[in-house]
């Protein structure tokens, strides 16, 4: 019961376009179920254009990151040479230099007045061979100076 034995289509309610029709009929129907390759080729260069622009922006980011990291050392190998000429006594200060890590510092005192001196305090580094430059593509970094004046 309710079954369709006859070879007589079902009407569903779908009305086909007469556009539709007319192109089954003539036999112009055409099966556009996939892409055509000028189509993958160009999906695929677009592709590659942004995962080549990821891979540019990840090694700015990482060779940033290094030098990031390198300034932070010596502004911190500063810092210690600069903490430690404050614990000495004012006629004790003296030039000096000292390797902090890999990095060199150097420090000239130099009276200003008889109430004053100035340091200066270079860093330089890192002192292995600016290996860690070398892999990120950059340039050595000019030294960092860093002055100030002592009053007694």
């Known amino acids: 019961m309710g079954r369709n034995t006859s070879n007589t289509p079902i009407d569903l309610g779908l009305r086909e376009s007469r556009a539709a029709r007319g192109a089954r009929r003539a036999g112009i129907v055409e099966d556009r179920r996939g892409g055509s390759l000028l189509e993958v080729v160009i999906a695929l260069v677009v592709l590659s254009f942004g995962m080549l622009g990821m891979a540019t922006t990840t090694a700015m980011a990482v060779r940033q990151t290094t030098l990031a990291e390198i300034t932070s050392r010596r502004v911190s190998a500063s810092q210690q040479v600069a903490e430690r000429l404050r614990s000495i006594p004012f006629d004790s200060m003296d030039s000096g230099s000292a390797d902090i890590g890999k990095y060199g510092v150097t420090w000239s005192v130099t009276a200003s007045s008889f109430r004053a001196k100035r340091v200066e305090i270079v860093t330089q580094g890192p002192m ?3 290996g860690e ?11 960092d100076t860093f002055s100030y004046t002592v009053v007694r």
Request: hydrophobic share 30%.
């Open 128 to 130: 292995v061979g600016y």
């Open 133 to 143: 430059l070398r892999s990120t593509g950059a340039s050595p970094i000019p030294p």
